[in-house]
């Protein structure tokens, strides 16, 4: 039976290792004990979420037949299929998959929001505020989920009609897949009264300042800043061929790790690992036919009380919204999402995205 390594078991990993585990040798290389919802994190910092529907142990969410190990790795070699973890220890495969999700770059002692222990701190910020002046926002480069710093504006602002909230864009001018969500983002922003700058590129905070590349200063009381990302390989995210995403024969990076051209988020992951899944099944079986990965990514966001539906692939995007039901879908995600996991929700999952996309 053909053995498959896959190195992390957040979003992409495990939803690979779930839908390969009934037919080849699979083992996870994962440190952590727990696997966080990272989308739910919006809802968790004004208080709609609790910890515990965030969160699951790790070992929990394959299925039986999946190998874990709790190590880190430490280093990959692409030609052997190999990864070497933190004591040392070998491990190679006939396929190997880097699914390790993004590491954030530190930035004045910032690194974005995507841990719990980063989450509970805006938390503490946003129930007991210094101030009621709000800045959030990015540093250039690629972040998980662009969505996020809005929807984070908007259910701030929502839950604190009082607070003054600036959203800072590091680009004046967005990606053209990412214009009709930085459009919609826009309107609803001034909608509820929440300023936006576009085209702040941080290049310093200074006290209770946050000051751009042209000089200009933004006060704050609270600032929430998201940093890029990287992969834990290096200091780049991992180069593949953005259809196939192969890094070499039999060696794949899915997930925030790889440096495809699409929005970091965890649809695209969980697209990308089907894309591998059926690659790795079909080369094993003997089919010559090729998956291809065509870009796909579709979110439901929040968009103040209501809801957006964001849907793109590599040629094009759309937004339809805003609609509360948009809001429904997002806000009922944090219970189905564990259920994605296992391939459950692909019955919904992908008609709805061939109907986005038509």
Same mark, same amino acid.
């Given at each position: ?12 990993g495990?939803?690979? +290792?779930?839908?390969l585990?009934?037919?080849l040798?699979v083992?996870v290389?994962?440190p952590?004990?727990y696997?966080?919802y ?5 809802d968790?910092?004004?208080g709609r979420? +609790? ?5 699951r142990?790790?070992?929990e969410?394959?299925?039986?037949g ?19 973890d ?7 495969g006939d ?6 999700g ?22 503490e910020?946003?129930?007991?505020p ?7 926002? +990015? ?7 662009p969505a996020?710093?809005?929807?984070? &504006?908007f ?27 930085s459009?919609?983002?826009? !309107? ?5 009264g929440i ?5 702040f590129?941080?290049s ?6 946050v ?29 593949v ?10 060696v794949?990076a ?13 649809s695209?992951?969980?697209f990308q690992?089907?894309v591998?899944? !059926? ?11 090729k998956?291809?990965?065509a870009g796909? &990514?579709?979110? &439901?966001v929040?968009?103040?009380n209501?809801?957006?539906m ?23 995600f944090?219970?189905l999402?564990?259920?994605s996991l ?8 992908y ?8």
């Amino acid at each position: 039976m053909e053995k498959v390594i896959i190195v992390g078991g957040g979003n992409a990993g495990t939803v690979l +290792s779930n839908l390969l585990s009934p037919y080849l040798d699979v083992t996870v290389i994962e440190p952590r004990d727990y696997h966080v919802y990272q989308p739910g994190i919006v809802d968790y910092v004004v208080g709609r979420e +609790s910890e515990e529907h965030m969160i699951r142990k790790t070992e929990e969410l394959f299925n039986r037949g999946v190998k874990t190990v709790k190590t880190t790795a430490h280093k990959v070699l692409v030609e052997d299929r190999t990864v070497i973890d933190e004591r040392g220890v070998k491990y190679e495969g006939d396929y190997l998959v880097l699914a390790t999700g993004g590491v954030n770059r530190e930035f004045r002692g910032i690194k974005g929001y995507h841990e719990l222990s980063q989450a509970r701190q805006i938390r503490e910020m946003v129930n007991n505020p210094k101030g009621k002046n709000f800045v959030i926002g +990015s540093l250039p480069g690629v972040i998980k989920c662009p969505a996020a710093p809005w929807e984070m &504006a908007f259910l701030i602002k929502g839950a604190h009609r009082d607070f003054n909230v600036t959203v800072i864009v590091p680009a004046k001018n967005p990606p053209p897949l990412q214009q009709p969500m930085s459009n919609a983002f826009s !309107r609803l922003a001034k909608e509820l009264g929440i300023n936006v700058k576009k085209g702040f590129v941080v290049s310093e905070i200074e006290g209770n300042g946050v000051i751009s590349e042209e000089g200009e200063k933004l006060p704050f009381d609270q600032l929430i800043l998201d940093t890029p990302i990287t992969s834990p390989f290096g200091d780049n995210l991992i180069h593949v061929d953005k259809e196939t995403l192969k890094v070499y024969d039999g060696v794949y990076a899915i997930g925030d790790v790889n440096d495809v051209p699409i929005p970091k988020t965890g649809s695209a992951a969980h697209f990308q690992a089907e894309v591998v899944a !059926r690659d790795i099944l079909g080369e094993v079986n003997g089919n010559v036919e090729k998956r291809r990965y065509a870009g796909e &990514a579709m979110c &439901a966001v929040y968009a103040g009380n209501s809801g957006l539906m964001i849907w793109m692939n590599y040629a094009k995007s759309k937004v339809l919204g805003p609609s509360p039901v948009f809001h429904s879908i997002k806000k009922a995600f944090t219970s189905l999402y564990w259920q994605s996991l296992y391939g459950k929700m692909d019955p919904l999952l992908y008609p709805m995205a061939s109907y986005l996309e038509s």
